[in-house]
């Protein structure tokens, strides 16, 4: 089977939409302008997606009080420190920085909204 996405219940899902299309090269697919006011978002490969809606049904989650290692929405970046760099413009904060033996390097950061968000360019590609 294959993942058609994953799916975050957000407190803004209209601003965060925005905002990922503008920054991180997502696209809209389908948004609804009405409560829950889900959006599905898909990568730059159009084979990925995520949903981010708000729905009373429970609590948004306190992303930003998670461990990134509990939950964190990974991109491909080909050059992880000029992609850290323009988001921290665009108001995400740094968590975490490595770089690996094996020549990876891993930028760990929260968006506006607190979610963990990791750039990762890996020494040798998974996909």
Same mark, same amino acid.
């Given at each position: 089977m294959k993942i058609e996405h994953f799916a975050l219940n957000v407190s803004d899902p209209i601003a965060m939409a925005e905002w990922y299309c503008s920054n991180l090269n997502m696209t809209v697919k389908r948004a609804s302008q009405q409560a829950p006011f889900a959006h599905f978002l898909a990568d730059s490969s159009g084979s990925?997606?995520?949903?981010?809606? =708000?729905?009373?049904a429970d609590a948004v989650p306190n992303y930003a009080q998670m461990d990134p290692l509990l939950l964190h929405l990974a991109f491909v970046s080909l050059d992880p420190e000029s992609?850290?760099?323009? !988001?921290?413009?665009? /108001?995400?904060?740094v968590v975490d920085e490595i770089k690996l033996d094996d020549g990876s390097h891993l930028v760990m950061l929260r968006d506006p909204? /607190? $979610?963990? $968000?990791? !750039?990762? =360019?890996? /020494?040798?590609?998974? !996909?």
């Open positions: 990925v997606m995520i949903e981010i809606y =708000k729905n009373p992609d850290k760099e323009r !988001l921290v413009q665009a /108001g995400c904060t909204w /607190g $979610l963990a $968000l990791q !750039l990762c =360019k890996r /020494g040798t590609p998974m !996909l």
